[in-house]
């Protein structure tokens, strides 16, 4: 079974904190999104990286994809309590038939 | 408004019964997909389509079957229900396979199995 494994599961911290959630596998992806849900809601899409290497930025959001394609990160700069929420990281394989989700991050940013 | 819509949003059943969970999109979309996530397992897919009349199975298919009649709709069943199966459904749908299109998530369906 392929995995990919996000860290940390939890996280809470204080408004105008920096962060980063890592997204780690063993297996190469085409392609690695980054979503965000919010309770009693489906995810939502923040971003697509597709090349080794890759950064996206996303106002206060900045994701990078490994050069390897195996591995992700989120960094939220001054995170605000707005940015509370579940984070989950997705890789897709060569052909995108299936897509296998980490774990998720679940971020509190308290006031 | 474009959306993926999934019926009933909440189902407390019984062991055994029968169910249905519905999902449908408005934007002519030819992959859909379902997932279940569970607490500390993510989303784990169960069932996908690349279009009418294709389906596949995803990591989790046991106990699930899909079908794919029409290309707006795309319903779950649960021939016999079991308690494992207690979960959050999502049904998702996207355009195409390219990376660039955007996968859609349904609101949800919190089912529990007694």
């Known amino acids: 079974t392929q995995l990919l494994e996000q860290s940390p599961q939890f996280l809470s911290i204080q408004e105008g904190e920096n962060l980063t959630v890592y997204c780690n596998s063993s297996?190469?992806?085409?392609?690695l999104q980054w979503y965000r849900q919010e309770p009693g809601e489906g995810p939502v899409l923040l971003v697509t990286v597709v090349t080794g290497g890759e950064v996206k930025k996303l106002k206060r959001l900045t994701f990078q994809f490994g050069d390897a394609r195996k591995d992700s990160s989120l960094h939220i700069t001054a995170a605000q309590p707005g940015d509370t929420g579940l984070y989950l990281c997705a890789g897709a394989y060569t052909g995108g038939f299936k897509t296998i989700f980490g774990a998720g991050t679940r971020l509190f940013v308290k006031a | 408004e474009a959306q993926v819509t999934q019926n009933p949003r909440y189902l407390i059943t019984v062991t055994g019964k029968k169910l249905t969970v519905t999902c449908s999109q408005n934007?002519?979309?030819?992959?859909m997909s379902w997932y279940r996530q569970d607490p500390g397992l993510g989303l784990r897919q169960i069932y996908y389509?690349?279009?009418?009349?294709?389906?596949d199975k995803g990591d989790v298919p046991e106990g699930y079957k899909v079908s794919r009649k029409e290309k707006r709709n795309f319903p779950l069943i649960l021939e016999s229900p079991s308690p494992n199966q207690t979960s959050l459904y999502f049904c998702a749908s996207r355009l195409s396979l390219a990376y660039y299109n955007e996968q859609f998530f349904g609101p949800g369906t919190r089912l529990t199995v007694l």
């Open positions: 934007m002519n979309h030819e992959y």
């Open positions: 389509s690349m279009n009418v009349e294709v389906t």
């Open positions: 297996s190469v992806f085409s392609s």
